[in-house]
């Protein structure tokens, strides 16, 4: 939570420091018209490094670091794409889409005993030294509207509210000593408060920046999600351009008695991942 705060003053301060320069870039674009697209596309290659752990159960079980405890891979290379746009003739009304999914599964034979609870409430314990196949599949889409609340030919700043659609499917297959398969899935709908910064350099070259924030502690359920996005943008042609940006986001749900609207998970999911976004843009 500091370091989503911290990252969104960062990014006011940026913009109050870029408002007080000389408008350099205004003169280069005086005859010009305003350098937000209407329409744009990204596709593109996400490379990601992920750290998660699951809890099945309200606290009977452990918590399952599932790159370590699972042999889950600890990276990903995904496409991902996102889509925004400016639908009224000012261009300050703005609405976003991203989606992306991570698959992931993995094999081994566990160290240290696990514990986790079924969906009657029985416990099972899997001992160390048994075999276990695991997965842990989930997909990211998030829709978001943003107003500018300052706009010119160098500088788009806006704040906004969207809200992350997850669904979430993690399961465990134990054999030899001990056969049990055990799955939960479950779709995690959650809001986010959302600053986001563009920064024309010059006609060709941008800036891209954005933080999202959301936290609540509601009866027997918690949530959270932290992220932050930057990217710099080469438009060397007038439809189409390039760029590389940089994604963290982390996420936290603990759950007990399936009560929060639209979550039906029984424990604990923590994700964390940080990646590398190689994407084409098409806009207009």
């Not at 596709?43 to 399952?64: N, Q």
């Not at 925004?84 to 000012?90: A, C, D, I, K």
């Not at 350099?201 to 918690?222: C, H, K, M, S």
Request: charged share 25%; glycine share 8%.
């Amino acid at each position: 939570m500091k370091t989503i705060l911290r990252n969104c003053l960062v990014l006011l301060l940026i913009g109050v420091l870029l408002l007080a320069c000389q408008p350099a870039l205004a003169d280069e674009l005086s005859h010009q018209e305003k350098p937000w697209e209407k329409i744009g596309v990204d596709a593109g290659v996400f490379l990601t490094a992920v750290d998660s752990s699951v809890r099945l159960g309200t606290g009977l079980g452990v918590d399952i670091d599932v790159e370590k405890a699972l042999d889950l891979d600890s990276t990903s290379t995904v496409f991902r794409a996102d889509a925004l746009w400016r639908f009224t003739p000012n261009r300050r009304h703005r609405l976003d889409f991203t989606w992306f999914a991570l698959r992931r599964d993995g094999n081994r034979r566990v160290t240290d005993d696990i514990t986790i609870e079924d969906d009657d409430g029985n416990t099972i314990t899997i001992p160390s030294g048994t075999s276990v196949d695991a997965f842990f599949n989930l997909d990211i889409y998030e829709l978001a509207y943003s107003y500018s609340f300052f706009q010119d030919d160098r500088i788009d700043l806006a704040a906004g509210i969207g809200i992350y659609v997850m669904p979430i499917d993690f399961g465990i297959k134990v054999s030899g000593l001990l056969d049990e398969e055990e799955e939960e899935e479950f779709t995690a709908p959650l809001p986010v408060f959302a600053l986001r910064m563009d920064v024309a350099l010059t006609p060709q070259w941008f800036i891209r920046t954005g933080a999202q924030v959301f936290y609540a502690e509601v009866d027997n359920f918690t949530g959270s999600i932290m992220e932050f996005r930057t990217a710099l943008e080469y438009n060397p042609w007038t439809h189409v351009g390039i760029g590389l940006g940089f994604d963290i986001l982390q996420i936290r749900l603990e759950s007990e008695n399936e009560d929060w609207p639209g979550i039906d998970l029984k424990g604990k999911v923590e994700f964390n991942y940080a990646g590398l976004l190689l994407y084409l843009r098409v806009f207009f």
